[in-house]
C-alpha cells in the first residue's frame, strides 16, 4: 500500500496524509500488512485506510525505542531536548489550519474547536518544553561526612494509549512531559481517529528529533493496545479512556513486568447550581459543560444538582438554551456540535437514552437522531430522575445529562459525591464561604467555580475514586515520568572493621 496520500476536506484544504506506522522517524507498513478504515463521522463514509500495527510492530518500536533511549536521546543536554520541544510548538501552531481540518474530518468535532485545541496542544508542548532543563533533585544535609542528595531520571520507554475525543491534545498531554523528562514513547492513537497523529508525526521529524524518541503505532486497542500494556520492555504506561479498560491495562502491567501506570479513566461529574448563582452566567456554563465536544469529554459535567427555590425556572430556561445549539456539519463556521465519533458510540448513547425513558426519567428534550446520514443526536436532557438510573450513575460519554433538585448544601454534597467516579465538578454561587466549603467537601481532582471545563497546560488534572490515579499537565505531571535515585557519599574513614 502507499503510505501518502493527497486528501482534500470539506473546506477545500488539500494536505499529504501518512498512512503507515511512525517508528525510527520513518513511516512504515505494518508487519502483517493489514489497514483498517477510519471513517468521517459526518457522512459515514471511508476517509482513508492506515497500516494496522500488531504485537509484532509494537516489539520493533519498543526496540526503536530503547536504542534511542541509549543513544542519543540520552547524550541530549536538557536544554536541547526543551527546545525540540518548543519548535514542534511552533510546528503545530504554523499547521493549525490542516491540524484543526484532519480533527473535525476524522473526529467530527467542529473546525472552529479543533483549532483551538490544535493552539492548546501547541501551549502543551510549548510549557513542557519550559520544563525540559528544569527537572532536578535536592542536596539533603545529614551531617559534616556525608554529601547526599537525589537525582531524578527518566523511567524509560513509555507506552501511551490515547483516546479519540481528543486526538491532538492528548497526544501532547501524553508526550510533553514523558519527553521533558527525557523518557521515549511509544504511542498508539484510537483506531476511530488516527489521522492526526500521523499528521504530527511528520512534524516530530521536522522538529528534529532524533530517530526513536517518538514512535506512533495505529492499531486496534485490544490488539496494540493490549501489546503495549503487557510488553515486558515498556517501563511505564499512560492510557487515557474508560474505566473498564483501565481495569484491563492495570491487570495486564501487574502481570507482565509490573510497569508503572497511570490512568485517566471515566466520569460522571456532577454540576451544582445554587439558589444565588449568577443564572445567566450558570446556563452557560452548564451548557458548555455538557455539550462541549457532543458531550464526548470524561470530565462533562452530565449530572446536574439545582437548589429547589430555582429548579423549575433553571430547568424551563436551560431546555430554551440547550435547544438553541447549533447541531450539524463540522466545517460549517456556526456548528458548535457534531456527530458522536462513530456508529458504535452512537449506538451506545442512544441505547442510555432508551434507558432513561424505561426507567421512568422525563424527557425535557432531545433524544432523537438528527438528520438521516452522519452520528448526529440531538441535545438530550432528562428530569425526574433518581440515582439508581442508569443514566444518573454511568459515564455516557455524549449530550446527554440529568437534572435533580436538591434542598441544602449537605444534600447537594452527599448527591455530588453519590457515584464510584471523581474526575471533576463545579459550583455555581457568589457567596465566596459557600464556593469554599462545597469545594473542600466534593470528592473530585478538578472543581470549577462559576465556570466549566476550563483546562489549563499548567493545571493537574486527573481524577479520585475510579476516575483513575496520577494527573496530567502542570509539574505535577512530571511526576509520573520520572525515578528518584538517592546517592549518599561519605566523606568520613571507615565506620566499621
Known amino acids: 500500500m502507499s503510505l501518502f496520500k493527497k486528501i482534500t476536506t470539506p473546506s477545500g484544504l488539500t494536505y499529504e496524509q501518512?498512512?503507515?506506522?511512525?517508528?525510527k522517524n520513518e513511516f512504515v507498513p505494518g508487519v502483517e500488512g493489514k489497514t483498517f478504515e477510519t471513517i468521517n463521522p459526518h457522512d459515514e463514509k471511508p476517509i482513508v485506510a492506515v497500516s494496522e500495527g500488531t504485537a509484532a510492530d509494537i516489539d520493533i518500536a519498543v526496540r526503536a525505542a530503547r536504542q534511542a533511549l541509549d543513544g542519543p536521546w540520552k547524550s541530549l543536554p536538557t536544554?536541547?531536548?526543551?527546545?525540540?520541544?518548543?519548535?514542534?510548538?511552533?510546528?503545530f501552531e504554523r499547521d493549525v489550519n490542516i491540524l484543526a481540518n484532519i480533527e473535525?474530518?476524522?473526529?467530527g468535532k467542529s473546525v472552529a474547536m479543533a483549532a483551538f485545541d490544535v493552539m492548546g496542544a501547541a501551549a502543551t508542548l510549548r510549557y513542557y518544553g519550559g520544563w525540559a532543563d528544569k527537572v532536578f533533585g535536592q542536596t539533603i544535609d545529614i551531617d559534616e561526612y556525608s554529601h547526599t542528595y537525589t537525582r531524578h531520571e527518566p523511567i524509560?520507554?513509555?507506552?501511551?494509549?490515547?483516546?479519540?475525543?481528543?486526538p491532538l491534545l492528548m497526544l501532547t498531554w501524553k508526550i510533553g512531559p514523558a519527553l521533558a523528562t527525557g523518557n521515549t514513547v511509544v504511542l498508539k492513537p484510537a483506531e476511530q481517529t488516527p489521522l492526526s497523529a500521523l499528521y504530527a508525526a511528520k512534524l516530530v521529524?521536522?522538529?528534529?528529533?532524533?530517530p526513536?524518541?517518538?514512535?506512533?503505532?495505529?492499531?486496534?486497542?485490544?490488539?496494540?493496545?493490549?501489546?503495549?500494556?503487557?510488553?515486558?520492555?515498556?517501563?511505564?504506561v499512560a492510557f487515557t479512556g474508560s474505566t473498564a479498560v483501565g481495569r484491563q491495562v492495570m491487570v495486564a502491567a501487574a502481570q507482565s513486568n509490573l510497569k508503572k501506570v497511570t490512568l485517566e479513566l471515566g466520569g460522571k461529574s456532577p454540576n451544582i447550581v445554587f439558589p444565588d448563582a449568577n443564572l445567566d452566567n450558570a446556563l452557560s456554563w452548564v451548557n458548555f459543560g455538557i455539550y462541549y465536544n457532543h458531550g464526548q469529554a470524561c470530565c462533562s459535567g452530565s449530572r446536574i444538582l439545582v437548589h429547589q427555590d430555582i429548579y423549575e425556572e433553571f430547568l424551563r430556561r436551560f431546555k430554551e438554551r440547550a435547544e438553541l445549539n447549533k447541531v450539524g456539519d463540522p466545517f460549517a463556521q456556526d456548528t458548535f456540535q457534531g456527530p458522536q465519533v462513530s456508529q458504535v458510540q452512537f449506538d451506545r448513547?442512544?441505547?442510555?437514552?432508551?434507558?432513561?425513558?424505561?426507567?421512568?426519567?422525563?424527557l425535557v428534550t432531545g433524544g432523537q437522531r438528527l438528520g438521516e446520514t452522519g452520528f448526529y443526536i440531538q441535545p438530550t436532557i432528562f428530569s425526574d430522575v433518581n440515582q439508581d438510573m442508569s443514566i444518573v450513575q454511568e459515564e455516557i460519554f455524549g449530550p446527554v445529562c440529568t437534572v435533580q433538585s436538591f434542598k441544602d448544601e449537605d444534600e447537594a454534597i452527599r448527591l455530588a459525591n453519590d457515584t464510584s467516579y471523581g474526575l471533576a465538578s463545579a459550583v455555581h454561587t457568589t457567596n465566596l464561604n459557600t464556593a469554599t466549603r462545597v469545594t473542600n467537601k466534593l470528592k473530585a481532582g478538578t472543581v470549577w467555580v462559576n465556570s466549566y471545563n476550563l483546562t489549563h497546560q499548567q493545571v493537574p488534572f486527573g481524577g479520585y475514586k475510579q476516575s483513575g490515579n496520577g494527573r496530567e499537565l502542570g509539574a505535577y505531571a512530571l511526576e509520573n515520568y520520572t525515578q528518584v535515585k538517592a546517592v549518599r557519599v561519605y566523606l568520613g574513614d571507615a565506620m566499621f572493621g
Open 104 to 107: 473535525a474530518l476524522d473526529n
Open 212 to 236: 526513536g524518541v517518538v514512535n506512533i503505532v495505529n492499531g486496534l486497542g485490544r490488539v496494540a493496545g493490549a501489546a503495549i500494556a503487557s510488553h515486558m520492555d515498556i517501563d511505564k
Open 205 to 210: 521529524v521536522e522538529a528534529g528529533f532524533p
Open 79 to 91: 536544554a536541547d531536548r526543551g527546545k525540540l520541544l518548543l519548535k514542534l510548538a511552533d510546528l
Open 349 to 362: 448513547i442512544m441505547g442510555y437514552i432508551e434507558q432513561g425513558k424505561a426507567a421512568g426519567a422525563k
Open 18 to 23: 501518512p498512512l503507515g506506522l511512525f517508528i
Open 156 to 166: 524509560g520507554v513509555c507506552g501511551q494509549i490515547i483516546p479519540w475525543n481528543f
